[in-house]
C-alpha cells in the first residue's frame, strides 16, 4: 500500500503533467479548472493517468464530480482501498 504523502506526490505530479502547473504551487483546495485551467479534456486526461499509475477504475460519472486537487485525492485513497 502507498503512503499518503507518496501517494499525493504521484498525484501532484500527474495533475502537473496536464495542467502544467508545478506541483509546489498546487494547493489542495485548489479547483482543477478555475485555479489549475484544466478544461474536460485535461480532467479526462487526469483521470486515464490516475487509472493507469494505480489500476484504479475510476466511472465517468464519478470523475464528473471531482473539482479539487482533495476531491482527487479522496477519490484515489476510496479506489486503493476498495481494491
Not at 502547473?21 to 479547483?31: F, H, N, Q, S, T
Not at 489549475?36 to 475510476?58: H, N, Q, Y
Amino acid at each position: 500500500m502507498t503512503s499518503d504523502n507518496a501517494l499525493e506526490e504521484k498525484i501532484l505530479k500527474i495533475i502537473f503533467e496536464v495542467s502544467a502547473v508545478a506541483p509546489e504551487e498546487i494547493g489542495i483546495d485548489d479547483d482543477l479548472f478555475v485555479d489549475l485551467g484544466m478544461d474536460s479534456v485535461s480532467a479526462m486526461e487526469l483521470i486515464g493517468m490516475l487509472d493507469e499509475e494505480f489500476e484504479l477504475e475510476i466511472e465517468i460519472e464519478e470523475a464528473m464530480n471531482v473539482r479539487t486537487v482533495r476531491q482527487v485525492f479522496d477519490m484515489a485513497r476510496r479506489h486503493l482501498a476498495n481494491a
